[in-house]
T-cell receptor, first 113, second 116 residues
C-alpha cells in the first residue's frame, strides 16, 4: 500500500515567486492536512481538506492557499514568497475526519533565497 | 483550546537503558493524544495513539504511553533504548468532540540521543 506522496522533495525559489506543492494521500483517505515545520515555530497547522472543501485554516496569511481534487489529491500554493516561508511542508492524510491518526508524507523542503 | 507541553527539549540515554519522554496536555474536551517520531530528513511516523479506550497504550518498536487524566499527562516510555531510537519525538493532541478533531496541535518536540 503506497504511503503519502509529496512532490517535489526539494525546491529552491526566489523571493516574490510563487510555488505549488503536491500531495497524493493514501488510497481511500479523504482527509488531507498540511503543516509547516520550521526550527523556530515547530509544526504548525496550515489547513485541512475533506471532500474537496477546506474545513479549517490555521493562522497563516492569505498568501497560503490550497485545494483538493475529486481524487483526494491536494495542492498547496504560496504566492509572493518571503524568506520566512523557507520550511519543511508536510502533508498528512486520514481515512476520515475521525481520530484514526494521520499518516504523514516525507515532506517538501522549500528554500526561499 | 488545546495545547501540549513537552517538558524536555533534549533527552540523552545510554543504549539498553529506559527512555522517558514527558508530555503534558491541556484540552477543553476529551482529547485524543498521539506520539509521532521523526528521523532526520524524514516525515513523521505514528508511534501510538490514545482515543479514550485503554489508558495504557502500546505502540510500535516497544514504545508505550499511559494516559493520566488527573495529571493531564501522556508520557512515552520504552524499557530499553536502541541506537535506532535516536530521533525527534512529538507529542500531539487533538479534540475528540465538537467537530474539531481535524487539527493536530504539536508539542515543540524532544530530541532523543542514544549513546553507545
Amino acid at each position: 500500500k503506497a504511503g503519502v506522496t509529496q512532490t517535489p522533495r526539494y525546491l529552491i525559489k526566489t523571493r516574490g515567486q510563487q510555488v505549488t506543492l503536491s500531495c497524493s494521500p493514501i488510497s481511500g483517505h479523504r482527509s488531507v492536512s498540511w503543516y509547516q515545520q520550521t526550527p523556530g515555530q515547530g509544526l504548525q497547522f496550515l489547513f485541512e481538506y475533506f471532500s474537496e472543501t477546506q474545513r479549517n485554516k490555521g493562522n497563516f496569511p492569505g498568501r497560503f492557499s490550497g485545494r483538493q481534487f475529486s481524487n483526494s489529491r491536494s495542492e498547496m500554493n504560496v504566492s509572493t514568497l518571503e524568506l520566512g516561508d523557507s520550511a519543511l511542508y508536510l502533508c498528512a492524510s486520514s481515512p476520515s475526519r475521525l481520530n484514526y491518526g494521520y499518516t504523514f508524507g516525507s515532506g517538501t523542503r522549500l528554500t526561499v533565497v | 483550546a488545546q495545547s501540549v507541553t513537552q517538558l524536555d527539549s533534549h533527552v540523552s540515554v545510554s543504549e539498553g537503558t529506559p527512555v522517558l519522554l514527558r508530555c503534558n496536555y491541556s484540552s477543553s474536551y476529551s482529547p485524543s493524544l498521539f506520539w509521532y517520531v521523526q528521523h532526520p530528513n524524514k516525515g513523521l511516523q505514528l508511534l501510538l495513539k490514545y482515543t479514550s479506550a485503554a489508558t495504557l497504550v502500546k505502540g510500535i518498536n516497544g514504545f508505550e504511553a499511559e494516559f493520566k487524566k488527573s495529571e493531564t499527562s501522556f508520557h512515552l516510555t520504552k524499557p530499553s533504548a536502541h541506537m535506532s531510537d535516536a530521533a525527534e519525538y512529538f507529542c500531539v493532541v487533538t479534540l475528540n468532540s465538537g467537530g474539531s478533531n481535524y487539527k493536530l496541535t504539536f508539542g515543540k518536540g524532544t530530541l532523543l540521543t542514544v549513546n553507545p
